[in-house]
């Protein structure tokens, strides 16, 4: 039995003139796969009713359709109107859910001093649904649905990500969805995370371990400095699977850092872990990004011991103790001032491994020697000294950021032995 097929179709006007930037299409991506639904296309469009009538028919050919977004009050909102022209059915008025958006709103009109008199006409226009519906909720003042479309079940969620999130939980639990689940399957999936390779090289030892000639599903990402393969694969083709995990796992050795999904702060502080070491950070041009990213792991705090923020080069001369003579001569932004740097952190806050970032995040501060996006890293750790020197194109935050994921990434491999 084939898997069932989804569309994503993300209504809003704000959406397409990119005043909102579209994060359900992406929960709802995650969340489809994780049920093992099959997600085709994802469709944006705007408010008009004739736009959001096309998007609809054209996507029936799935067997779901999810809907974000128009479930309010205004003369903008017209998912549900939209949907039930297409099933064919009227709209008609949903007791249960007036009386829960009428309570809603007299609070929310109460608490902000407005007169309730002014929701009568929103509420009553949110509680209007495709007869036949399977209403969901409300979360908040739009209820979620579900609706037969012809051959294809269509779940319309409200756009606000918290309210169409939490309806999302409750789908499974619904008749028409749960049969559609019974469907669904599982593919096996696997991801690799390559560090310290071209996205060519990668794709040259996808190539030689045999591709996805056996029926496997792989797509290969660059993202964040890594390369991600996804390798994807029907529960019947699992020999191709780990035919090629086995190729990949053989051609790319070391690079190959991690086999999950987990971020790259969780293996900094598991490797630091399983080494017994702690840790502590001196950052220049990073502002305590790569201390900050760290923290966001639970259970830092038995490896992180803390970070300096040293910006100024008083900072790094009376706090870290970099040499006078060293910023004078070679400058803040130099290999040596990030040794300088790793070794005073390391020496002031007694941690095994330091950690430095010094540079030129931009946009001005840049020499035709020390250009924009220059910065010199180093680890200073009981397995030695590692050190880099890298020009990072792009924006200001775009070298920070990659700053601290190549530190996070030098501190991994230190740690790692
Ligand atoms: P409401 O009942 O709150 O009006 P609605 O279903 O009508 O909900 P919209 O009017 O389309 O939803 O959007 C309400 C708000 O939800 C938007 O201002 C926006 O902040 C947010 N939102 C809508 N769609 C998305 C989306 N795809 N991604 C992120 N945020 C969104």
């Keep these: ?168 939980r409750v789908l499974p639990e619904r008749p028409a969805f749960a049969a559609l689940l019974e469907r669904a399957g599982h593919l096996q999936r696997r991801m690799l995370r390559v560090f310290g390779q071209s996205e060519s090289a990668v794709a040259d030892a996808f ?72 840790a502590a950070t001196a950052e220049s041009c990073t502002g305590g990004l790569v201390a900050a990213r760290l923290t966001e792991v639970p259970g830092a705090s038995d490896v992180l011991l803390g970070g300096v923020v040293a910006y100024a080069n008083e900072v790094k001369r009376d706090v870290l103790g970099v040499p006078d003579a060293l910023l004078r001569d070679v400058g803040a932004v130099s290999a040596d001032a990030a040794k300088a740097m790793a070794e005073g952190v390391r020496r002031v806050t007694r941690a095994d491994a330091g950690v430095a970032v010094t540079g030129i995040a931009g946009p001005d501060g840049g020499t035709p020697e020390k250009p924009v996006g220059l910065v010199y890293l180093h680890v200073s750790s009981p397995a030695g000294d590692a050190a880099r020197r890298i020009v990072f194109p792009g924006a200001r935050t775009d070298v920070q950021q990659w700053a601290a994921t190549t530190a996070l990434h030098m501190l991994r491999q230190a740690a790692a032995g």
């Design 1 to 168: 039995v084939a898997r069932p097929t989804a569309a994503v179709l993300v209504t809003g006007s704000e959406i397409l003139l990119g005043l909102t930037r579209d994060r359900n299409s992406g929960f709802l991506g995650r969340g489809l796969d994780a049920l093992g639904i099959d997600l085709r296309r994802v469709l944006t469009v705007g408010d008009a009713e004739e736009d959001l009538a096309r998007a609809l028919g054209e996507l029936r050919l799935h067997d779901l359709i999810v809907t974000s977004g128009g479930l309010g009050p205004t003369h903008d909102d017209r998912t549900v109107a939209v949907v039930a022209a297409v099933a064919g059915v009227p709209l008609v008025l949903h007791e249960p859910t007036l009386e829960a958006i009428r309570e809603r709103t007299a609070i929310f009109a109460r608490q902000r001093g407005l007169d309730p008199e002014s929701f009568v006409a929103g509420n009553r226009k949110q509680a209007l649904v495709p007869e036949g519906a399977d209403v969901l909720g409300p979360v908040g003042t739009a209820p979620g649905l579900l609706v037969e479309l012809g051959p294809s079940l269509c779940v319309v969620l409200p756009g606000p990500p918290s309210e169409l999130e939490r309806l999302w």
């Design 207 to 278: 190539a030689a371990a045999g591709g996805d000639g056996g029926g496997t599903l792989t797509t290969i990402c660059a993202r964040r400095l890594e390369i991600e393969i996804l390798i994807r694969a029907e529960p019947s083709k699992e020999s191709a699977f780990e035919r090629l995990l086995a190729g990949l796992r053989e051609r790319l050795g070391t690079a190959i850092y991690a086999e999950d999904e987990r971020p790259l702060e969780a293996h900094v502080v598991e490797r630091l872990h399983a080494r017994g070491w702690t």
